[in-house]
């Protein structure tokens, strides 16, 4: 579960076909000042299939950076995770799962649990957004087999503690989830359970095919989809909020006196809300190298 805020569009990546075009270069820009440099990378979390990924340019700037930026640092362990999710994904005072639910929404969650083998009582102490992810991640791996490293933690042995930081922490990442409403954390619950989210108009989309190829906005229209309309709590939350509050860090980040890798997920990067969008109205030149 360490891809925290990856796994709706893990859980997308594993719907879709995995065709590769013929040359991978996933999006990457470059901003600069007299004495320093930043490259923002889009990343996918975890893959379904073998990718060849790597570039030239994205090597060459991943061994010239001082620092490295991921949304969270890669050396949070399995108990610190644990201790994180028991304090924000259980509900309390004797609350369960089902309170939160409708007849008709306790009746589909029944059949998943059944479908899924999970244990009820263990699904009932979840909060909603708890549930929705566990339930995700389980027939995620059920329907695509074993998640293969994505990005992150294809690259972390690479990169010296001294020279990795987060731009959040793993209880900042959880609460993007736990801090939303009853509302929108059923909402969340029950289009993970019927498949009502991530979906766009037509054909399926080739996610890990539209990231190779650099196709940020035809990346981040069914990304969107999955995260709820732009305006809505959950995009907000999701995307917008964390892109404003990435974006101020970014030009401090500029405003040193070292060069600095920025990897982050691929959805973060299109749209009127994406990074280079705003860097761009804080009077950035972002330039798109690869």
């Not at 566990?134 to 992150?152: D, F, N, Q, W, Y």
């Not at 399926?204 to 989809?225: C, M, Q």
């Amino acid at each position: 579960m360490k891809a925290v805020l990856g796994r709706v569009l893990i859980a997308l990546l594993l719907c879709f076909g995995l065709t590769l075009p013929a040359l991978a270069e996933p999006a990457m820009w470059r901003i600069s000042d007299e004495d320093s440099q930043v490259w923002l990378f889009g990343s996918v979390h975890a893959f379904n299939s073998r990718v060849k990924w790597r570039t030239a340019a994205f090597n060459k700037a991943l061994k010239a950076a001082d620092l490295v930026y991921f949304e969270m640092p890669t050396t949070v362990s399995d108990d610190e995770y644990v201790q994180a999710m028991v304090k924000l994904g259980l509900n309390r005072k004797g609350k369960i799962l089902s309170d939160y639910l409708s007849k008709k929404q306790k009746i589909q969650l029944a059949q998943v649990v059944v479908a899924l083998r999970l244990n009820p009582t263990v699904v009932e102490s979840m909060r909603p957004w708890f549930a929705a992810m566990t339930i995700s991640g389980i027939a995620g791996e059920i329907a695509g087999g074993k998640l293969r490293p994505g990005v992150e933690d294809s690259i972390k042995r690479e990169i010296p503690n001294r020279k990795e930081r987060g731009f959040d922490s793993l209880e900042t990442q959880l609460r993007v989830f736990a801090d939303l409403s009853d509302k929108a954390q059923v909402k969340m619950l029950i289009e993970t359970i019927t498949g009502g989210g991530g979906q766009v108009a037509g054909e399926p989309v080739d996610l890990t095919s539209l990231w190779l190829g650099g196709d940020v906005e035809g990346l981040y229209a069914p990304a969107a989809v999955a995260f709820g309309k732009p305006g809505s709590e959950m995009f907000n939350a999701l995307l917008t909020k964390r892109n404003k509050r990435w974006a101020g860090q970014v030009e401090k980040l500029l405003a040193s006196d070292q060069d600095v890798m920025v990897i982050v997920g691929a959805a973060h990067f299109g749209g009127s809300s994406g990074l280079p969008a705003l860097l761009k109205k804080r009077g950035i030149k972002v330039e798109r190298i690869q």
